[in-house]
C-alpha cells in the first residue's frame, strides 16, 4: 500500500511537544513537518482513498465525508488547544514529504502573514432561525375555524400569509441588526450561504450563517453579546457554535469560490 | 429569542468551513469540488448550498 501525505494545517513550531500524539484521518497518527520556520501537520493516508479517482468517487459518499471531515476537524481541533492553525481546505495531499516541502517554500511569506494576522484569534459561527412553524401552527388555527364562503377562505388565506411575511420581515430585520452589532465587536465578519434546512435537519428557515474573528481574550464577552442581543422575539432562534479555528478567514481561498 | 449551543458539531456547519473554508492549497492531487461528479442527493445539495453565490440582502459589514 503507498502512502500519501494529507496536510491539515500550517502553524509556527509548537512550543511544547503535544501532550498526547494525535490521531488523524484513518487512525494514522500526525507529524509535524517543520521547513522554513513553519510546521505543516500531515499523515499518512492511503492511495486507494486519496488519489485522484478514488477521492472524486468517495465524495459522492456522505459517511466517507463525514468521518473525513471530523478527523480533519478534530486534528485542527487539538492544534488551536496550544497553538493558533491555518486550517487547510479537505483533502488537501501531497505524494511525499518534499512536495509538502516545495509547497510551503512556493507560499511561505503567505502563510506567515496569515498566521501572524490570525494569532490569538478564534472564530465563532452564530445563526439565526425563523421558525416557520409559528406560522404553520396559525395556519392550523384557521383551518380548524372552517371557512364558510368563498371569501371567507380567501380572507383566511390572506391573514396566513401576511403573518408569514411579518415574520420573515422580522426575521430579517432581528438577522441584520444581530450582524451589524456582532460585526462591530468582532475583527472580521463572513457571511456564508443560508443553510438548507433539509441538509440541516435543523428546524426553521435559517436567515443568517455568519461567521465572526474574535480575539480569545474576548470570546467570553463575545459569546455574552450574542446571549443578550436577543429581544424576546418569538419565532427566531439563534444558534451559537465554536469556537472554530478562522477557517473562513484564512483570506487564501481566492480561485475557488 | 433562544440562543442554543450546540455541543456536537453538525456535519453542515463542518463543511461550510471544510469545503468553502480553509487555505486552498493546489497539492499533488488536486480536488476541485467543482469537478466532482455529485450524484448524490444530500451531497449534491450540499456542494450547491454551500457554494453558491446567493446575494446577500445587505451589505456586508466588516468588523473594521
Known sequence: ?257 | MTVVERREIALVDLLDRLLAGGVVITGDITLRIADVDLVRIDLNALISSVNARVPSPWPEVSGR
Open chain 1, 1 to 257: 500500500m503507498t502512502a500519501l501525505r494529507y496536510v491539515y494545517a500550517l502553524c509556527f513550531p509548537l512550543g511544547a511537544p503535544l501532550q498526547e500524539q494525535m490521531k488523524g484521518i484513518g487512525g494514522a497518527p500526525t507529524e509535524e513537518l517543520e521547513h522554513h520556520g513553519l510546521v505543516a501537520v500531515v499523515s499518512d493516508v492511503p492511495e486507494e482513498d486519496f488519489a485522484e479517482t478514488p477521492l472524486k468517487a468517495h465524495l459522492e459518499d456522505l459517511d466517507w465525508l463525514a468521518a473525513t471531515a471530523r478527523a480533519h476537524q478534530h486534528v485542527i481541533d487539538v492544534l488551536t488547544g496550544v497553538t493558533t492553525p491555518l486550517p487547510l481546505r479537505l483533502a488537501t495531499v501531497f505524494r511525499d514529504d518534499s512536495g509538502v516541502r516545495s509547497m510551503i517554500e512556493d507560499r511561505e511569506d503567505d502563510f506567515r502573514h496569515a498566521l501572524e494576522r490570525l494569532e490569538g484569534r478564534v472564530e465563532w459561527g452564530v445563526k439565526v432561525y425563523m421558525d416557520d412553524r409559528q406560522t404553520d401552527t396559525a395556519e392550523d388555527n384557521i383551518t380548524a375555524t372552517k371557512a364558510t364562503s368563498g371569501r371567507d377562505y380567501l380572507r383566511q388565506r390572506h391573514t396566513r400569509t401576511m403573518a408569514h411575511d411579518e415574520l420573515w420581515g422580522k426575521a430579517e430585520e432581528f438577522a441584520r441588526r444581530l450582524h451589524t452589532t456582532l460585526s462591530s465587536h468582532a475583527e472580521d465578519a463572513r457571511l456564508h450561504t443560508p443553510q438548507s434546512a433539509t441538509l440541516s435537519r435543523a428546524a426553521g428557515r435559517n436567515v443568517l450563517n455568519a461567521a465572526y474573528l474574535v480575539a480569545r481574550g474576548r470570546s467570553e464577552e463575545f459569546v455574552e453579546l450574542v446571549d443578550r442581543t436577543g429581544d424576546d422575539s418569538p419565532g427566531i432562534r439563534v444558534e451559537l457554535t465554536g469556537p472554530w479555528a478562522a477557517y473562513s478567514f484564512t483570506g487564501l481561498t481566492e480561485g475557488e469560490t
